[in-house]
């Protein structure tokens, strides 16, 4: 394999990697934000498009982000999203998913969770298209913004004011 090419098979399964570690940690750690049970929230195929977990209990749905910093403590001010178009759609029709933020130094992890009620269209920054030469020429995706609303966020430590 060339040399590049490892590099992007290397950085797609770590990114991989992590998106699985949030989802588990939320499902083993955390009770459901809307019903408060715990051991319900269930994790959903990757093919579902919408969300990455929900509750079996009372169908709460929720969206996972894992990001790796240098300080678990502090949010950061934009986290990479997914796909901007079926987002976009969304916000449209005014739906709109919980969201967990799971940041991860290492062994140090802390799970964020923002409400679906906070979030607005100017939470979520739509970025340039990939450049015509790229694999996905012409796809978009988005950031979400957390500066403007970290305040909103709650962590596992603050867990009862979900
Ligand atoms: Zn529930």
Redesign the pocket.
């Known amino acids: 394999m060339q040399k590049g090419m490892r590099y992007l098979f290397d950085m797609k399964t770590s990114k991989q990697k992590l998106g699985q570690l949030g989802e588990d940690l939320i499902v083993k750690k955390m009770s459901?934000p809307?019903?408060q049970?715990t051991r319900?929230l269930k994790k959903l195929p990757n093919n579902f498009k919408c969300a990455d977990i929900i509750?079996d209990?009372?169908?709460?749905l929720a969206q996972v982000k894992a990001s790796t910093v240098r300080d678990v403590n502090v949010l950061p001010e934009t986290i990479l999203g997914a796909a901007w178009r079926p987002q976009k759609e969304r916000m449209d029709a005014g739906i709109y998913f919980s969201l967990f933020v799971v940041l991860v130094n290492g062994r140090n992890r802390k799970i964020y969770y923002l409400d679906k009620k906070y979030q607005r269209p100017d939470m979520f920054l739509v970025r340039k298209p990939l450049s015509p030469t790229a694999k996905r020429a012409g796809w978009q995706g988005f950031y979400y913004q957390l500066k403007s609303i970290a305040k909103r966020f709650v962590s596992d430590e603050e867990k009862t004011n979900f």
């Open positions: 459901c809307k019903c049970k319900t509750c209990f009372c169908g709460f």
